[in-house]
């Protein structure tokens, strides 16, 4: 075992050229030079007697003999990995790494956090703001608040929020055109796309309109705290989540047009790993969630 234990090195080196079939990526990987990382499998080869990879110009590729080394150390390495990531996240038992979207940070949850604070004062929050998937398996996040349908393999979710999307416009956009509007005048301003929640045409089959009423628009907003801006700066009407739009609507930089909801088929969902729904710090966090 020591000897083995002496090659640590050398085995990680050979684990980073073989997931990345190049000596420069592995080189980057582990933030050596390319010399480094070609000594240290020249090392190994000799240790073991037999050659782990084929030159090639544009690479290295695995021999037979490399392909079954590369099957144990990728597993080991992930071991190891998530070893210490599980070991770094269970004593952190006073602070929580929530991962959510840009979006839902800035509209929703980021100015709600103060009541949270004085609530917990002894809780520190990570906020990863991150518009993909946090992958529980390899990295440090606690929670996960994701938008969508369950589906989300092996892990624990709860409903926080069905969500639905309004009709919502800044009043310099309207005027003093009385409330609620008609559908046939709201169809006439213009109207701002959301490329992700696809909704005018459920709006429009809602309120008793034909789709050739709403006018099309050049411009589709991925980001929803994005497509609400817009609609403050009054460049259209907005069919946002209205869990989203509420605290624009409470302030008086959005009203809502018409009395619609286009209900959605995805809400907003806490998501965690299924032993850490029972941790203090986890449950006191979703226990304000629930309740704001």
């Known amino acids: 075992m020591a000897e083995n234990l002496r090659h640590l090195r050398a085995l990680q080196a050979f684990d980073e050229t ?13 933030n050596v030079t390319h010399g480094a990382i070609s000594r240290q499998i020249k090392l190994l080869e000799l240790h073991l007697g037999v050659t782990l990879f084929h030159r090639r110009p544009n690479g290295v590729e695995l021999t037979k003999a490399g ?10 390495f992930s071991a190891l990995q998530l070893g210490v990531l599980e070991v770094k996240r269970l004593h952190r038992r006073q602070s929580i790494t929530v991962s959510l979207s840009t979006s839902l940070a800035l509209k929703w949850l980021v100015p709600l956090l103060s009541s949270f604070q004085q609530a917990h004062p002894g809780i520190a929050l990570l906020l990863d ?7 529980f398996n390899a990295s440090e996040v606690d929670v996960a608040l994701r938008f969508g349908e369950p589906g989300w393999g092996g892990l624990y979710h709860e409903l926080i ?17 009385r409330l609620p509007m008609r559908a046939e ?25 034909s789709d050739d009423r709403l006018k099309s ?13 817009a609609a403050i700066d009054g460049q259209g009407v907005a069919l946002a989540r209205h869990l989203l739009a509420a605290r624009d609507l409470e302030l ?19 998501v965690c790993r299924p032993d850490d729904q ?13 309740s704001i």
Request: with cysteine; charged share 25%; hydrophobic share 45%.
């Open 18 to 30: 073989a997931t990345h079939s190049s000596l420069t990526k592995a080189a980057d990987a582990l």
């Open 185 to 209: 005048d709201v169809a006439d301003l213009p109207l701002l796309h959301d490329a992700f929640n696809v909704g005018w045409e459920s709006w429009a089959a809602q309120v008793g309109l």
């Open 161 to 177: 929020r069905q969500e639905e999307l309004v009709a919502v416009a800044a009043p310099s956009l309207v005027e003093k055109a």
């Open 252 to 270: 008086g930089r959005l009203i809502r047009l018409d009395e619609s909801c286009v209900p959605l088929d995805r809400g907003l969902y806490f």
């Open 278 to 290: 029972e941790r203090v710090t986890v449950r006191l966090f979703k226990k304000w969630l629930m």
């Open 67 to 76: 392909e079954r080394l590369h099957q144990s150390t990728r597993g080991a």
């Open 217 to 229: 628009q050049s411009i589709k907003y991925v980001d929803s705290a994005v497509l609400l801006e």
């Open 129 to 135: 703001t991150n518009d993909s998937f946090a992958d």
